[in-house]
């Protein structure tokens, strides 16, 4: 999927980080915003789009100062995959080094400050699609599963690679693993860290769409499209309400809906 036209804002301020295209450059992001719709991309297609701490942070970033007006987010990859996951050469000394685990709490606040590159996708206000093609391994396939939909070409390989690595997946991908395939499943998955094919990804759940390698941008722009002519308000409310489903009762839930209709039918007719 090409990139949407960039707007006028400048990349600092669009990332939030004060220097704006050249943190996005070093974290492997490239965002371009169109309108209602952000467009971010992985882009280090010579490391297949492995991820580094500076990745995280520049998702985070994106996250924090992304467009009020921004209604869909698109998630890509550049070049012959999604994300192959870490960088492995964070392992070998490159780069900033790993948190030891020995200051419990020091440990806690940095994987934390990572994760905030994955929680922002699930906000209220935006839909998020994961556009897979090719390898989403690791971080990358948990920022699919962080995504509301995924569009898989039908040349996608999910694949929880962390515990293969002596790692647990810490980057939000557990529960919506568990939440799509079940504990059993997800158990199996990620203790085999074994490769899910896109029919078999289509089966499970983890993906919503499956197309062909050649159909993936237009699938996505179609499913961008319906997105964007559905209510804003209508879209927001009911996105909030089928995240909370899970948690809440039955009577919770009636009384959510309640809630909401309310809401809705108030700015409907103005009062």
């Not at 600092?12 to 952000?38: F, H, M, Q, S, Y």
Request: proline share 4%; net charge negative; hydrophobic share 45%.
């Amino acid at each position: 999927m090409g990139d949407a036209t960039t707007t006028g804002r400048p990349d600092a301020a669009i990332a939030g980080t004060g220097r704006g295209k050249t943190d996005l450059e070093r974290a492997g992001l490239r965002l371009a915003v169109d309108g209602a719709v952000a467009t971010v991309t992985l882009n280090r297609p010579e490391r297949r789009n492995a991820m580094t701490f500076d990745t995280w942070r520049g998702l985070a970033a994106i996250g924090r100062s992304l467009p009020a007006d921004v209604r869909v987010v698109v998630l890509r990859g550049e070049g012959p995959c999604f994300s192959a996951g870490i960088d492995l050469g964070m392992f070998s000394g490159e780069g900033e080094g790993f948190a030891d685990g020995s200051d419990a709490e020091a440990t806690d606040r940095f994987i934390a400050e990572l994760q905030e590159g994955y929680t922002w996708l699930r906000r209220p206000d935006i839909v998020t699609v994961a556009a897979v093609h090719g390898h989403a391994i690791g971080g990358g396939f948990q920022l699919a599963l962080a995504c509301d939909i995924r569009v898989a070409a039908d040349d996608a390989r999910f694949c929880m690679k962390e515990p293969a690595l002596g790692l647990v997946p810490d980057l939000t991908g557990t529960k919506p693993l568990v939440e799509i395939v079940g504990i059993g499943r997800a158990l199996e998955l990620c203790l085999t860290a074994r490769t899910v094919l896109a029919d078999e990804a289509a089966r499970l759940g983890l993906a919503e769409i499956v197309v062909p390698r050649d159909g993936l941008d237009g699938a996505v722009r179609e499913l961008v499209a319906s997105l964007l002519a559905v209510n804003p308000g209508a879209a927001v409310a009911t996105k909030r309400l089928l995240w909370e489903a899970a948690e809440n009762t039955l009577e919770q839930q009636c009384a959510a809906e309640r809630r909401e209709q309310i809401g809705r039918l108030r700015e409907m007719f103005g009062r």
